[in-house]
């Protein structure tokens, strides 16, 4: 994972009011930790959140992988790529 700073828009997207809650699907909010242990923050449709790691099963799918600005989840049959919003 790289130690680059959040661009502004991002930021501003992130914590003005209920902008994320609006979203109609998964969204993935933030990648943390190392590549060798990354972990994830993910939003649902309702607004809880889900700190989550690979392998974990989350409403989209279980997590096959995780990258510096996006989530990759498996599940029915298909193969989705999240990316952090901005």
Request: charged content about 20%; hydrophobic content about 35%; cysteine-free.
């Amino acid at each position: 994972m790289s130690n680059v700073k959040t661009p502004k828009h991002v930021a501003d997207t992130a914590t003005s009011k209920g902008v994320l809650k609006q979203r109609p699907r998964l969204t993935l909010l933030g990648v943390m930790g190392s590549k060798a242990a990354p972990r994830a923050i993910l939003m649902t449709t309702s607004g809880r959140t889900l700190r989550v790691k690979i392998g974990d099963n989350t409403p989209g799918g279980k997590v096959a992988a995780i990258g510096d600005d996006t989530i990759v989840l498996q599940g029915g049959g298909r193969t989705t790529t999240l990316q952090i919003p901005g």
